[in-house]
């Protein structure tokens, strides 16, 4: 697997872009208040950020990482240095194969849908919501461009990026991904202004 192996060069580099925005993410939705079990479903985990930062919020978490099995390597290897090793499940095969699990509370899917384009990245979504339990959260994290692609210029600089390196990649605006999330039939979504580089978009799955 050619994307396999790229990835997992590359996924540790990018840990330090998304911690600082999952840490506001675990105080955003109160993880540290938390009484019951939360399961958090880290989709194309990576390094596992999102879900490190979450488990770390609180005790009550634990988190189903998924990404090609080559790359979970780094999510044991990284979540092991957290000292998580054993919050977290591993789970190996193609975004739109793979074992989800059922049940989950919150499910993260940290810059995954740029690389995925259109067409996968709404299957991926309706994936994601039969995951959740009723009132579950999706959170997604991505370079956003404005509407009508005008700017900032790195969302925009990206999507060349994506169009070269990738079948049908691209960056996607806000109003795209809520349609996305509106069929899938997620409601109530919003975004949230944080320390990455643009803001995550989170929506629910009715109660
Ligand atoms: C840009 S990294 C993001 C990692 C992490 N979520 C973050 O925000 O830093 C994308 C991850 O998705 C995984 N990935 C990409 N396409 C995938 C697919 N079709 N199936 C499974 N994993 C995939 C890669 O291996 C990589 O770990």
Known sequence: ??????????????????YPAATALAGHLQISQSTGPI?????????????????????TVSV?????????????RVTGRFGL?????????DLLEADFGLGHTIATLGHILHSEGEARSKKLLSRVYESLSPGGKIVIAEMVPDTGRSG???????????????????????????????????VNPYTLEGPGPSPLLIANKPV
């Not at 697997?1 to 998304?18: C, K, R, T």
């Not at 600089?157 to 996607?172: C, H, I, P, R, Y």
């Open 85 to 93: 090793s054993d919050r977290f499940e591993l789970v190996g095969g």
């Open 152 to 186: 900032p210029t790195f969302p925009l600089l990206f999507a060349v990026n994506m169009l070269v390196n990738t079948d049908s990649g691209d960056t996607f605006p806000f109003d795209e991904m809520k349609s996305w999330l509106h069929d899938a039939g997620f």
């Open 39 to 59: 399961s958090v479903l880290d989709i194309a985990a990576g390094s596992g950020v999102w879900g490190v930062a979450l488990a770390q919020a609180s005790a």
């Open 1 to 18: 697997l050619e994307g396999a192996e790229f990835f997992h060069e590359f996924v540790e580099d990018i840990f330090p872009m998304s």
């Open 64 to 76: 189903r990482a998924v990404d090609w099995a080559p790359v979970l390597d780094v999510t044991r």
